[in-house]
């Protein structure tokens, strides 16, 4: 549980609708201090390792997955490829070639951190091409995709979020073939579990991979974002307007390797490309995420299911998450109660029931629209430290373990 001295005063607000100014007031108030006390509840992880720990938000895929890995001792590199391409099949509505791509990989001593986005073609293509450059992706793409191809299925269970996509998108899709005839039964939606006859991964013609540069903006010393934290300093929210699909998932070995990706598409007009099982392109919003490096412990934190992801992974700094010490203690702030400001109108957005009377009290004192909401935001991570790694999931919303199944 977080006990906090809330010392983040909004009075600037009664008087100016600039955001920019009011984020220069507040950067120089007190901010608040998080005293972390031991949680008192069962921990949200698995107590015992397990040969490989799968992650996912459907238990369709910790249940069925495992089932095809043939050799657990291949790199966690290419067992994430080999994931990778069992969500394109699975998830083909936010994973697949064209989807921007957020990896992030522990290897022996070697990691790897970086958002595949506007630069590449094939962002989630070009990220393996990347990896298979430097040394971490061992055996050939084309070597896995044959081996998905000859392993995977032919039928696929529809899972949840694939479900509320072709319920979303039912009149577009029926009205082509390859819709149609794929997704529906007696034009009704496929269901949840029920199965779709998939067709074969190919592997799309690419241009040169472009230089591979690193982007990554310091805080402090310990926390560290690939988006400059600067802005909001400023006032200069990264807020998207377009709604895009995604899908975090990732693999954890009980050496403490990990590999760890989020892929987001935008929809569109529905006319997908050869090697596309479903529609859609990179997304041109933020794919945020952060890092937390101190001694020989490293945190991951990937922002998520928000307009502005960034902004809810730079409040944790100031609430000072890279001062947490443990897994436990990053999990207590990532439950913390969010905020978030929005614009075109201006207005706050509060999980008011996880946060205390008083401070509810104080935002709807102010002049300035306050909405309730119930959850703000995903942010999942990875905490490692030498040979352990442990998936810290958030409470928001269900996430699952394979190693949980057991």
């Given at each position: 549980?977080?006990?906090?001295?809330?010392?983040?005063?909004?009075?600037?607000?009664?008087?100016?609708?600039?955001?920019?100014?009011?984020?220069?007031?507040?950067?120089?108030?007190?901010?608040?201090?998080?005293?972390?006390?031991?949680?008192?509840?069962?921990?949200?992880?698995?107590?015992?390792?397990?040969?490989?720990?799968?992650?996912?938000?459907?238990?369709?895929?910790?249940?069925?997955?495992?089932?095809?890995?043939?050799?657990?001792?291949?790199?966690?590199?290419?067992?994430?490829?080999?994931?990778?391409?069992?969500?394109?099949?699975?998830?083909?509505?936010?994973?697949?070639?064209y989807s921007r791509a957020q990896v992030h990989i522990k290897q022996g001593n070697k990691t790897f951190h970086h958002d595949f986005g506007l630069?590449?073609?094939?962002?989630?293509?070009?990220?393996?091409?990347?990896?298979?450059?430097?040394?971490?992706?061992?055996?050939?793409?084309?070597?896995?995709?044959?081996?998905?191809?000859?392993?995977?299925?032919?039928?696929?269970?529809?899972?949840?979020?694939?479900?509320?996509?072709?319920?979303?998108?039912?009149?577009?899709?029926?009205?082509?073939?390859?819709?149609?005839?794929?997704?529906?039964?007696?034009?009704?939606?496929?269901?949840?579990?029920?199965?779709?006859?998939?067709?074969?991964?190919?592997?799309?013609?690419?241009?040169?991979?472009?230089?591979?540069?690193?982007?990554?903006?310091?805080?402090?010393?310990?926390?560290?974002?690939?988006?400059?934290?600067?802005?909001?300093?400023?006032?200069?929210?990264?807020?998207?307007?377009?709604?895009?699909?995604?899908?975090?998932?990732?693999?954890?070995?009980?050496?403490?390797?990990?590999?760890?990706?989020?892929?987001?598409?935008?929809?569109?007009?529905?006319?997908?490309?050869?090697?596309?099982?479903?529609?859609?392109?990179?997304?041109?919003?933020?794919?945020?995420?952060?890092?937390?490096?101190?001694?020989?412990?490293?945190?991951?934190?990937?922002?998520?299911?928000?307009?502005?992801?960034?902004?809810?992974?730079?409040?944790?700094?100031?609430?000072?998450?890279?001062?947490?010490?443990?897994?436990?203690?990053?999990f207590e702030y990532i439950k913390y109660p969010r905020h978030q400001f929005l614009l075109k109108p201006a207005r706050l957005l509060y999980e008011?029931?996880?946060?205390?009377?008083?401070?509810?009290?104080?935002?709807?004192?102010?002049?300035?629209?306050?909405?309730?909401?119930?959850?703000?935001?995903?942010?999942?991570?990875?905490w490692s430290q030498k040979n352990k790694s442990i998936f810290i999931s958030d409470p928001r919303r269900p996430s699952f373990q394979s190693c949980?199944?057991?």
């Amino acid at each position: 549980m977080i006990k906090i001295n809330y010392t983040f005063i909004l009075l600037l607000l009664l008087t100016t609708t600039s955001c920019s100014r009011y984020i220069s007031y507040i950067e120089k108030q007190q901010r608040p201090e998080l005293k972390i006390i031991k949680p008192k509840e069962k921990s949200p992880w698995c107590k015992e390792e397990t040969k490989i720990n799968v992650l996912h938000n459907d238990l369709v895929t910790i249940r069925d997955f495992p089932k095809y890995i043939i050799d657990s001792n291949q790199s966690i590199t290419d067992l994430g490829l080999y994931y990778t391409l069992y969500q394109m099949f699975s998830r083909p509505d936010a994973t697949d070639w064209y989807s921007r791509a957020q990896v992030h990989i522990k290897q022996g001593n070697k990691t790897f951190h970086h958002d595949f986005g506007l630069l590449y073609q094939y962002p989630v293509l070009n990220a393996f091409k990347e990896l298979r450059k430097q040394g971490l992706l061992k055996k050939s793409i084309k070597y896995w995709v044959q081996k998905a191809n000859n392993t995977y299925p032919r039928k696929i269970k529809v899972l949840k979020e694939l479900n509320g996509f072709i319920s979303q998108y039912q009149k577009g899709l029926r009205e082509t073939f390859w819709g149609k005839n794929k997704f529906f039964k007696v034009d009704t939606p496929l269901q949840y579990k029920e199965t779709y006859l998939r067709t074969n991964i190919r592997i799309p013609r690419t241009d040169n991979l472009p230089a591979f540069r690193p982007i990554i903006f310091p805080i402090n010393e310990s926390y560290s974002c690939n988006f400059d934290s600067h802005l909001y300093q400023k006032g200069i929210f990264l807020i998207s307007n377009s709604s895009q699909r995604e899908n975090t998932f990732g693999l954890v070995k009980e050496n403490g390797d990990y590999f760890f990706m989020h892929t987001e598409k935008e929809i569109g007009d529905l006319v997908k490309q050869k090697t596309q099982i479903l529609p859609g392109k990179k997304t041109q919003s933020l794919n945020p995420y952060c890092l937390i490096s101190k001694g020989s412990s490293e945190t991951v934190l990937i922002g998520s299911s928000s307009r502005d992801s960034g902004q809810l992974l730079y409040h944790l700094h100031n609430y000072g998450i890279h001062k947490a010490q443990t897994p436990e203690e990053v999990f207590e702030y990532i439950k913390y109660p969010r905020h978030q400001f929005l614009l075109k109108p201006a207005r706050l957005l509060y999980e008011s029931k996880k946060g205390t009377e008083k401070k509810l009290r104080y935002f709807l004192n102010l002049d300035f629209p306050v909405y309730h909401v119930e959850n703000l935001g995903l942010i999942e991570g990875i905490w490692s430290q030498k040979n352990k790694s442990i998936f810290i999931s958030d409470p928001r919303r269900p996430s699952f373990q394979s190693c949980q199944e057991n």
